[in-house]
């Protein structure tokens, strides 16, 4: 930056979303099974009430033939008259609200009394406010209005694909913007929180039982973070992962989604890892998932995988291969029609038993009952009173609102320019692509929002003198109109500049070759800013708090997005990935973020500053194994480490506390820090707070070594926040 360039000021947001609007219309009763009121519901013992969950659907599917039970293998089940079944939808959307799957034959439509949905901001700056309980709340809102919808007769399903909670590996991802960010400690507590909210679980977890408010599917098992990426494509990429990657990176989130938030769908990715499609892999849905970390739902293909397996991937030999492969893996319902027109072939060539498709069914069928749909009229039933009132209401657009705020991340305020007083701006220059374009701020995988405030809008109830000029016609900026920019920006006390990218930069199926503004963006900012009277303001909408990934400089462009490798590489200049590994230049770090206050820390108590492990006679390493610990021991060695915040400004705030470890010693892929917990405190100017956190070694302390397996190294840690940090020492012997 030259001299004469003046200091621009960066905000990341992505969208507020504030007033309510509901149309009334005549409403139409939900579908459902089991109809008291026919007298042949009696006779049907997957009607009863007093059986099990389990006996219900294995007499249920006792009834069906086998033309029946392939039908209901895929997503749009089709009804079955005779037993006063009606058909299902399972393909629903719900990744920052209730969303259109794009057709409204699927399972959600907004065509009744309910005409639109809270939109909540997209989740990458959900997550950078690092605060958990809106996390949970957000879910809470999205399961209650999907649940309204079904009850007004809106839907034809209650099974949402969401969240994703793939790790943002690599910052030219299309699709990061959907994801809670780059750490698996953040992205694996949002992935829990979520889904409690959207199925009807308390924030601490524990209290969900048998009913389901709605369903939530954790997204895309695994290691998928590359759509379409210089010819390569998200449906034949093969990711090379190595054990201890998988273990300590990709896994993680999943792990959290199932045995703590207890989703009762996964949804296998497209993409192969080490040579295996995902939907194929055995070891990963029945072994890993199934098996170790006790999952009790269904599993849903991402939308025709089943067929990548034979017709791009070449993994199966045969269609009829494809079918068995994914059955056998534990894959339960195909997003497509695949399965529908070769599963039956596949039992006449004898390479898949019917047993398997009984094994399916059993999910699907436990699922729907879970939803209430098998328990005659669901508005008589639990989450029966939702209502088109609780849809767009007010408690839930204040929370879109307040999640948008606090997830706004500012990066530099070095004159204090920020907040702009409102009795001190007479005049308002807004310049920018973005300054008023509601269709921007939806990110992906929207629904129709209650009403849209685009930040123009915003400003000019703000500032009573506004001027604007969008300066680029469009977020790829292939022309600017720099001229007349700069002529406005001279005639205002201050001037906003809204940039960034939209869904033509980057989106599902279009990944990024670059990190700079494209276009002409960059020197209309360059120039605007030398214009302008005062320092200017820049906000960038792209896919706030602090932030939740790591910002590389162009030069890391270098790396090519299909090297996988999270950590680095010396010898051959590799830099690594993620904050935990990464050796490079950052423009900003990981959870950077600026508040209009200034907070100071320190290590009040630590109730351990040294922890005994012992080990086996026979263990040779100065390390033990976390699986040799047990879970007693575990619970055990934990111990409480109490921090004192004191907002030392002149203004109040909230803010996230971010808690790291690292060790002293590091090498053989350990990782430089690694974020431990967080907690949002809101404090006056001058107060003070104490926060606790709960450490668990077995949790916190561990890493990966290279066979995947968790181990606890013998050495000297460090506890830190902020700049403070604290020694502690774990012994093992």
């Not at 895929?74 to 259109?100: F, K, M």
């Not at 709340?137 to 969401?162: C, S």
């Not at 849903?300 to 494809?322: F, I, N, R, T």
């Not at 508040?595 to 351990?608: E, G, H, Q, R």
Request: charged share 20%; net charge neutral.
């Amino acid at each position: 930056m030259n001299e004469k360039m003046k200091l621009i000021i960066l905000i990341v947001t992505v969208f507020i979303n504030i007033t309510s609007l509901v149309h009334l219309v005549e409403s139409v009763s939900p579908p459902f099974a089991c109809d008291l009121s026919n007298p042949s519901t009696k006779l049907y013992p997957f009607c009863s009430n007093t059986l099990s969950i389990s006996q219900r659907v294995q007499d249920l599917i006792s009834r069906l033939t086998l033309d029946e039970k392939i039908a209901q293998l895929v997503n749009t089940a089709p009804p079955i008259p005779r037993l006063g079944i009606p058909s299902y939808q399972w393909w629903d959307e719900a990744l920052h609200g209730v969303a259109y799957v794009g057709n409204t034959t699927y399972g959600i439509n907004f065509n009744g009394t309910i005409r639109s949905a809270t939109s909540f901001p997209q989740v990458i700056l959900t997550a950078a406010s690092f605060n958990p309980q809106i996390w949970f709340r957000i879910g809470q809102v999205i399961g209650k209005e999907a649940r309204a919808l079904y009850n007004a007769g809106q839907a034809t399903g209650l099974t949402f694909w969401a969240p994703n909670i793939n790790i943002f590996r690599d910052p030219r991802w299309g699709r990061g913007q959907e994801t809670p960010g780059e750490d698996p400690l953040v992205t694996g507590k949002y992935a829990m929180l979520f889904v409690r909210g959207v199925q009807g679980d308390s924030f601490e977890g524990g209290k969900l039982g048998e009913h389901l408010q709605a369903s939530a599917c954790c997204k895309h098992f695994t290691a998928y973070d590359l759509d379409n990426w210089k010819g390569v494509n998200r449906f034949v990429f093969d990711a090379h992962v190595t054990l201890q990657d998988l273990a300590d990176t990709f896994q993680p989130p999943f792990h959290s989604c199932i045995e703590e938030g207890k989703a009762s769908g996964i949804m296998c990715a497209y993409n192969l890892v080490n040579g295996v499609p995902n939907c194929a892999d055995y070891n990963l849905l029945s072994k890993t998932a199934r098996g170790k970390w006790g999952f009790q739902g269904y599993i849903v293909s991402d939308c025709d995988s089943v067929a990548l397996l034979h017709d791009e991937q070449g993994y199966a030999k045969s269609p009829e291969d494809a079918i068995a492969d994914v059955l056998k893996a534990g894959m339960d319902v195909d997003c497509g029609n695949y399965m529908l027109n070769h599963t039956k072939s596949a039992i006449k060539q004898k390479k898949l038993a019917e047993s398997e498709i009984d094994r399916a069914l059993g999910n699907l069928f436990s699922v729907r009952m879970r939803l209430g749909l098998f328990n005659g009229n669901p508005l008589k039933l639990p989450y029966g009173n939702i209502g088109p009132d609780q849809v767009c209401s007010k408690e839930h657009q204040d929370l879109a609102l307040e999640a948008a705020r606090e997830g706004i991340v500012l990066l530099k305020n070095s004159v204090k320019l920020l907040p702009l007083g409102k009795s001190k701006t007479r005049s308002l220059a807004v310049i920018g692509h973005n300054a008023d374009e509601p269709h921007t701020l939806l990110g992906n995988y929207e629904g129709p929002p209650c009403n849209i405030v685009t930040p123009l809008q915003a400003l000019h109830s703000y500032v009573k003198n506004v001027r604007h000029h969008r300066g680029c016609g469009t977020a790829g900026c292939t022309s600017a109109s720099i001229d007349k920019a700069v002529k406005i920006a001279k005639l205002v006390d201050y001037v906003v500049l809204i940039m960034g990218l939209d869904q033509t930069q980057e989106r599902e199926g279009l990944d990024r070759l670059d990190l700079v503004l494209p276009g002409k963006q960059q020197e209309l900012i360059t120039e605007v800013a030398k214009a302008a009277k005062k320092p200017v303001v820049l906000v960038i909408l792209s896919g706030g708090g602090r932030l939740p990934v790591t910002w590389y400089p162009q030069d890391f462009t270098k790396v090519p997005m299909t090297d996988m490798r999270m950590r680095p590489e010396p010898s051959s200049g590799y830099p690594g990935r993620s904050y935990r590994f990464y050796e490079g230049k950052k423009v900003f770090e990981f959870g950077y973020g600026l508040s209009y206050s200034n907070y100071s820390y320190k290590f009040i108590s630590v109730a351990k500053n040294n922890i005994y492990f012992y080990k086996r006679k026979s263990n040779p390493n100065s390390y033990i194994l976390v699986s040799e610990l047990g879970t007693k021991l575990c619970e055990k060695s934990k111990f409480w480490v109490t921090i004192g915040v004191e907002n030392i400004g002149t203004m109040a705030g909230k803010h996230p506390v971010l808690f790291f470890v690292k060790q002293a010693k590091l090498g053989n892929g350990k990782a430089l820090k690694q974020l431990v917990a967080f907690q949002s405190v809101k404090l006056n100017a001058k107060e003070k707070a104490e926060i606790k956190y709960e450490l668990n070694p077995c949790e916190h302390l561990s890493t990966a070594n290279e066979d995947g397996s968790m181990v606890i190294d013998d050495g000297l840690y460090y506890l830190i926040v902020g700049s403070e940090e604290y020694p502690i020492s774990v012994i093992v012997v």
